[in-house]
């Protein structure tokens, strides 16, 4: 079945630093990718997203490339601040799981201090 | 705010209490999703409905839990006889379908339960 795996948490960085979170995926078919955030005590928000291979999402300084030759999605940031802090949650919707639902990895959570 | 919203955002209830959860989603969309999630780990999906149609549930949908989108619009999540492994954050979320791709899905800000 459908599957989505994060490179393991916590992230620590200073500010300014570079980001990369790791995802990869299991699917068959053409899923849709998706990167969501959640704050502490919050609801999860869609960060970016992208429905086909070679397709770059991108919001708030954040990017994912869809790359289908190595199933992965990883985000990206150039220079992370403080608010930035939060964990990101990778997911896919499509494949044999049907676009009626999202299929989420376990999480990785980014600390960026002063 | 136009958002998808939930309530009670906390509730803290004795083991085998029936608890009620209530979604609003946002309103031109048609489908309406129920999500569960645990500390430490992401959001797993319990159920959705399109419309007033429940069309798929999960196998972590235990007989003790039901739920309902009567008129299409709000929705609401039943867990009876609570037990303590029910403790989590249970995560509402609409869309508006559009077919095979592009279906954003945007989420509450939860409701979170524990059971004592």
């Known amino acids: 079945g459908n599957s989505v795996t994060q490179m393991e948490g916590p992230v620590t960085l200073s500010e300014e630093a570079f980001l990369t979170i790791n995802c990869t995926y299991t699917a068959t078919g053409y899923p849709s990718l998706f990167w969501y955030v959640q704050y502490p005590g919050e609801g999860l928000q869609l960060l970016l997203k992208a429905t086909k291979a070679d397709d770059k999402g991108s919001n708030k300084g954040f990017e994912a490339t869809y790359r289908k030759e190595t199933t992965s999605f990883h985000l990206e940031k150039g220079s992370v601040q403080v608010s930035d802090s939060a964990v990101y949650f990778c997911a896919l919707s499509g494949g044999e799981g049907g676009y009626n639902k999202l299929i989420f990895g376990a999480g990785t959570r980014l600390a960026v201090h002063p | 705010d136009t958002g998808v919203s939930q309530d009670p955002r906390h509730k803290i209830t004795k083991r085998g209490q029936n608890v009620t959860f209530r979604c609003d989603p946002i309103?031109?969309?048609?489908?309406l999703y129920w999500y569960r999630q645990t500390l430490g780990q992401g959001p797993e999906f319990l159920t959705y409905?399109?419309?007033?149609?429940?069309?798929?549930k999960s196998r972590l949908l235990s007989d003790r839990f039901s739920a309902e989108r009567p008129k299409g619009s709000f929705s609401t999540l039943e867990i009876q006889r609570t037990e303590q492994g029910d403790s989590a954050m249970y995560l509402c979320?609409?869309?508006?379908?559009?077919?095979?791709?592009?279906?954003?899905?945007?989420f509450g800000e939860g409701s979170w339960l524990t059971v004592v």
């Open positions: 979320a609409s869309s508006f379908s559009q077919g095979r791709s592009g279906n954003t899905i945007y």
């Open positions: 309103s031109e969309h048609n489908r």
């Open positions: 409905f399109q419309n007033e149609a429940q069309l798929e």
